[in-house]
């Protein structure tokens, strides 16, 4: 395995539910430790790209290798946040969280899973179960038991939607510290969503999905420096124009033929 390949390669994927193609060559290449954030207009195929980069779909055209090894059922290596949460109903909230470390055949000894519980907000309905949640409280169990497993690549599909916006904007934060921790595994994430400013804040690149089947329309490095701060990430000179060349992008979306 070469150190300086990409760590997630996709090469002209395409995926299909029975005749009707959903998404269309798309070509990426992901380093490790990138983010990168995707947005693109309701069903233009995000949740089902990373599903199929999660290996619970498979490709019609093209491949999809982690570590130059094609992806072709789910694998420990990586963990996916679900846009409708995906959590199992008979766990309560810390069992769903450590199920993430059970399932790779760890134990929690480093208390991993209760210091997630803290960072989410959860601690106190730890022995809760998911009917007795917000949906926001969901979201946020299944971001803990993503994260719980350290995984070598993250797939966030819209992650912070339920919550408020004052939550979201502390979980954006803690999703950023857990990524840059030198404790932890260094991951490579991608995460979906539809929120323009927080793909801006978070991603250290942003593809533009649009059309259907859906296609990249754009895909542009953020030059912002980090650490971004939520309340200053818009006064760097660039920002202006970044902002509306995702807004152009959406709205006139083109993909080169
Ligand atoms: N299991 C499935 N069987 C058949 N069609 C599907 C299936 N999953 C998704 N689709 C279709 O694929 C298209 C893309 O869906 P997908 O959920 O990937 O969109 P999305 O970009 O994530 O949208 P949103 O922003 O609303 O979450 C939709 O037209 C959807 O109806
Ligand atoms: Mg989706």
């Known amino acids: 395995m070469s150190s300086r ?80 949460f995906g959590l199992f109903p008979w766990k309560t909230v810390r069992a769903n969280v450590e199920y993430g470390l059970s399932v790779q055949g760890r134990r929690d000894e480093e208390g991993i899973v209760t210091r997630l519980l803290e960072v989410m907000g959860l601690l106190e309905y730890a022995r809760c179960y998911p009917y007795e949640l917000s949906g926001g409280m969901k979201q946020r169990v299944g971001i803990a038991r993503a994260l719980a497993r350290q995984p070598e690549m993250l797939l966030l599909d819209e992650p912070f939607s339920a919550v408020d916006a004052m939550t979201r904007e502390i979980l954006q934060g803690e999703l950023v510290s857990l990524w840059e921790d030198p404790q932890r595994r260094r991951t490579t994430a991608i995460l979906v969503t539809h929120d323009l400013d927080e793909a801006i804040l978070l991603g250290d690149r ?38 509306q060349q995702i807004w152009d992008a959406l709205h006139h979306g083109y993909a080169p033929d």
């Open 5 to 84: 390949g990409p760590k997630i390669l996709l090469e002209n994927v395409a995926i299909a539910f029975g005749k009707r193609l959903v998404v269309q060559d798309i070509s990426l290449a992901l380093q490790e430790h990138d983010l990168l954030c995707i947005v693109g207009p309701s069903g233009c195929g995000k949740t089902t790209l990373l599903r199929a980069m999660a290996g619970l779909i498979p490709l019609r055209y093209g491949r999809i290798l982690l570590d130059d090894v094609a992806i072709t059922r789910p694998t420990p290596r990586m963990a996916m946040v679900f846009q409708h």
């Open 206 to 243: 942003i593809v533009v999905l649009c059309g259907k089947p859906g296609r990249v329309c754009l895909d542009l490095n953020v030059p912002i420096p980090r650490p971004r701060h939520p309340r200053d990430f818009r006064f760097h000179p660039t920002y202006p124009q970044l902002r």
